[in-house]
C-alpha cells in the first residue's frame, strides 16, 4: 500500500502483514490540531464533516484512467485507531485489503493500489467495488463507519492522451478536473506538489477543485 495521510501514523509493517502480504506503511503529509468536537465513534455524534469519498455530493461512482488508480477520502475526528479500505471485483472477490492506523484527526488521505504485489491492473470499463472503513470496534463491524462505491476505468481517448503529453504537470489536475476526472484530478495535484496543503499556490489549486465538486466545507 501506498498513501499520503492528512491525520494518520504508519503502523509497523509486521502489524498489516497479516491482511495483505508487503505494504507500505502511511506517511504523514499534515496534520490538523486536536479539538474537542462530536466523535464519530461515540453513539448519537455527528462529525461537521463525516466520511466521504472525494467525490461531487450523491456520487459514488469513481472514474479513472488509471490502471492502478488513486482513491481520496476525507476522515472526520474519531476514537478510533485503525482503517481499512477494500477492493473487489465484480464477482465479490477481495483484490485488495489492508488495514493501517490513524490518529484520529480529521483529514484527507490517498490510498494507492500498489503495483509490487502484482496486483492486476483494472480492466477497462469494468465495475469494481470499493469500501473505506473506520474501524470503530473490531468484533461489531456494524458498529464501523463507512463508505462504499464503485470505481471503472475509461479508455484513455486520444483527446486526453495529447492533452496530458502537451501539458506541463503542474496542468494535469486542471486537465482531469475538466474531464470528470476527479479522483485523478486530485491524485495528480498531490504527486506535483507532495505537499498540497502547505503551499499557498496549491492551496487555491486544491480549494477550486473541492469548489467545482461542491465539497467546499472541506
Not at 499534515?30 to 455530493?57: D, F, H, T
Not at 461489531?140 to 486526453?160: A, D, F, I, K, W
Amino acid at each position: 500500500m501506498s498513501c499520503l495521510v492528512l491525520g494518520a501514523f504508519p503502523l509497523p509493517m509486521r502489524a498489516i502483514a497479516t491482511e495483505l502480504s508487503g505494504g507500505i506503511p502511511p506517511e504523514t503529509l499534515a496534520q490538523s490540531p486536536q479539538a474537542e468536537k462530536p466523535n464519530a465513534c461515540k453513539p448519537g455524534a455527528i462529525a461537521m464533516v463525516p466520511l466521504m469519498a472525494l467525490l461531487p455530493p450523491n456520487q459514488n461512482q469513481i472514474s479513472t484512467v488509471k490502471g492502478l488508480p488513486s482513491f481520496l477520502f476525507h476522515l472526520p475526528e474519531t476514537s478510533a485507531q485503525t482503517a481499512e479500505f477494500v477492493l473487489s471485483n465484480d464477482s465479490n472477490q477481495i483484490l485488495y485489503k489492508v488495514q493501517f492506523a490513524i490518529t484520529g484527526n480529521p483529514g484527507i488521505i490517498r490510498m494507492e493500489l500498489p503495483a509490487f504485489i502484482n496486483l492486476e491492473p483494472l480492466e477497462i470499463q469494468k465495475n469494481y467495488s470499493w469500501s473505506f472503513s473506520i474501524i470503530c470496534n473490531p468484533v461489531s463491524p456494524s458498529e464501523n463507519l463507512s463508505v462504499t462505491g464503485t470505481v471503472q476505468r475509461l479508455p484513455l481517448s486520444s483527446n486526453l492522451a495529447t492533452q496530458l503529453q502537451n501539458g506541463s504537470l503542474s496542468s494535469h489536475p486542471q486537465i482531469y478536473a475538466e474531464a470528470g476526472l476527479w479522483m485523478d484530478a486530485f491524485s495528480s495535484l498531490v504527486d506535483v506538489s507532495q505537499f498540497p496543503l502547505e503551499d499557498r499556490s496549491n492551496q487555491e489549486e486544491w480549494k477550486t477543485l473541492l469548489q467545482l465538486m461542491g465539497l467546499e466545507t472541506l
